[in-house]
């Protein structure tokens, strides 16, 4: 009886899901142990199904599986980036870009963003957390990539910002009053009471985590990068609130007063921080709030600066947050306040986000703890590490390789050239006819 409903079964299912998809082998001269921060030689790492299920050079080879051979390489856990905005990204006229998105639908937008999510992947990015899109776009973008409707990295969405009336997170800053209505609308509250229904309503719209501007910020155009822009009150009905519901929030701070409150309320990140100062950085370090300091970002500004993009009111505020944020990280680094690994891309191009590991060294991060910013301790942060973050058996296969070793030369982490997300390989540039073992 059970055999006949098994036939039965498999007449009507197609051949690919009657048969399992046949185990891969993957073997580099090295494998990034992102726990001990340590290398493993060789690398070897079994996938089966979309799951890791062995690793080390003794595990034993499936019969029927397919060998990849990888070379000269390192095996490290795909990357995570714990500060993306992908769904959009700088043209050379911010005046401009405003336009084109009030102009454009949202189903234009989202189309838009595609080449950013896969961009971001064949970069060796298989997760992002993004902190801040408008119109639950990164929503529905983490939506289709689940789905396999399209091409990106895993998702985690913050939805839009929270903040205050005419703060960072405000769309409608500097522009006429009523004319931006729409863009003031969708993270702006005033008061504990009104922002904790902020968080409710971005959660049962999609929220995976609540993203809180607590200052000012270098983009915006007219407010200070470092005031705080929210009571302790409101921030701590806002972490109150998300935390109920499970979710972590993340805060943009660039000045150390608007910081402090943060970490007062419990925030689970620190983003930017610029002019983080000692008492802010000890009670990070006392409360295990994770600090990620996305260096590329003001690197991106730079960029607009020297090409003259940037308006009148962003330049002494860029110059401010560039003297002061090398100093504040080196301190961080140095008091062992735990640092993630987060970009800021979209603020510059997507892709680019592997750049953030040799600025990371040279402020004074180990290599090994640069890698383990963006695997291990990234994956703490977002709340995966049960299912990402190490080359684990029972964890999901995601796997990227690098040529070399990027504990000798930390760029080569800007060549990846080997992505694996959930057991499927998106790009392999080394790829050779598949030797099947008997
Ligand atoms: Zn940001």
Known sequence: MRTALLLALLCVLPASAAEPPKPVVLKAARLFDAKSGKLITPGVVIVTEGKITAVGS?????AGAEVIELGDATLLPGFMDAHTHITGQPGEDWRQDVLDRLQ?????????????ARTTLMAGFTTVRNLGGEDFIDVGLRNGIRRGRAVGPRIVAATSGLGTTGGHCDGGNSWRKGLLAQESGQGVADGPEALRAKVREHIKYGADLIKVCATGGVLSRNDDVDSPQLTQAELDA??????????????????AEGARRAIRAGVDSIEHGSFLDDEALELMKRKGTFYVPTMIALRGVRERY????????????FKAAE??????VRKAISRGVRIAFGTDAGVFAHGRNAEEFALLVEAGLAPAEALRSATSVAAELLGLANQLGTLEAGKLADVVAVPGDPLQDIRRTQQVFFVMKEGVIYRNDRAAPPVVTR
Do not use: F, M
């Open 58 to 62: 003794r595990a034993p080879v499936p």
């Open 104 to 116: 454009r639908t949202v189903a234009e937008r989202t189309v838009e963003a595609l080449p950013y």
């Open 238 to 255: 806002i972490v109150d609130e998300a935390h109920a519901r499970k979710r972590k929030v993340a805060a943009h701070a660039h000045g």
């Open 306 to 317: 020297e090409k003259g993009l940037l308006s009148p009111e962003q330049i002494p505020k």
């Open 323 to 328: 003297a002061s944020a090398r100093q504040a």
